[in-house]
Every structure is written in structure tokens, then in C-alpha cells.
Nanobody, 114 residues
Framework: QVQLVESGGGLVQPGGSLRLSCAAS????????MGWYRQAPGKERELVAAITSGGSTNYARFVKGRFTISRDTAKNTVYLYLQMNSLKPEDTAVYYCNANGRTWGQGTQVTVSS
């Protein structure tokens, strides 16, 4: 079973940048689509961005032009990244990595505040 581990969250001021990483290990050859989701307090989890194994990307309207999703494979690990620029307070949430629509990481907190 695929294992996902996120990192890179933290506290950043409005207008700042963060880069999230997700390392996928175990049974990686079955991984097709991967994505980043987020969940703010009191709100449902929502898709932020997704990428297929072929590199096709899809972004939520609220992050287009600010966030960039990418992926890479090295040895026995698939790496998923989310470069987040021009961050806004409303981007504050727990960000989750997802593989094939069914495997989740533990989440990493992103807080945008002055």
C-alpha cells in the first residue's frame, strides 16, 4: 500500500511563499493521479491541484496563477510538490497529499498571517 508523508508547512506572512512536499513510497508503480487538497476549520476538504502520471495538471480556480503542482520520481519514491506563492490568509488550512483518489497523507498545516 502506498504511504504518503507531507512536509513543508508552516507560518508565513501574506504575500509570502511556501513549498509543500509529499513523498510517496511503497507500491509506487500503481500511482497515477496525485493531488493536493486542503481543509480549513469548519469547512469541507477541497481540491487544490492535481497532476497525472503524464504531467497533465488541474487547478482550483482560487489558486490559478499562484500555485504550481509538480511531481518527480527518484529511486523508489514519487515526490509531489506544491509551490505556493502570493499566499493569502484564506489559504490557511491543513494541506493533504493524495494518491489515486484514495490514499491520504497525514496533512501539514499552512498558516498565513501577519
Amino acid at each position: 500500500q502506498v504511504q504518503l508523508v507531507e512536509s513543508g508547512g508552516g507560518l508565513v506572512q501574506p504575500g509570502g511563499s511556501l513549498r509543500l512536499s509529499c513523498a510517496a513510497s511503497r507500491s509506487i508503480f500503481g500511482i497515477n493521479a496525485m493531488g493536493w487538497y486542503r481543509q480549513a476549520p469548519g469547512k469541507e476538504r477541497e481540491l487544490v491541484a492535481a497532476i497525472t502520471s503524464g504531467g497533465s495538471t488541474n487547478y482550483a480556480r482560487f489558486v490559478k496563477g499562484r500555485f504550481t503542482i509538480s511531481r518527480d520520481t527518484a529511486k523508489n519514491t514519487v515526490y509531489l510538490y506544491l509551490q505556493m506563492n502570493s499566499l493569502k490568509p484564506e489559504d490557511t488550512a491543513v494541506y493533504y497529499c493524495n494518491a489515486n483518489g484514495r490514499t491520504w497523507g497525514q496533512g501539514t498545516q499552512v498558516t498565513v498571517s501577519s
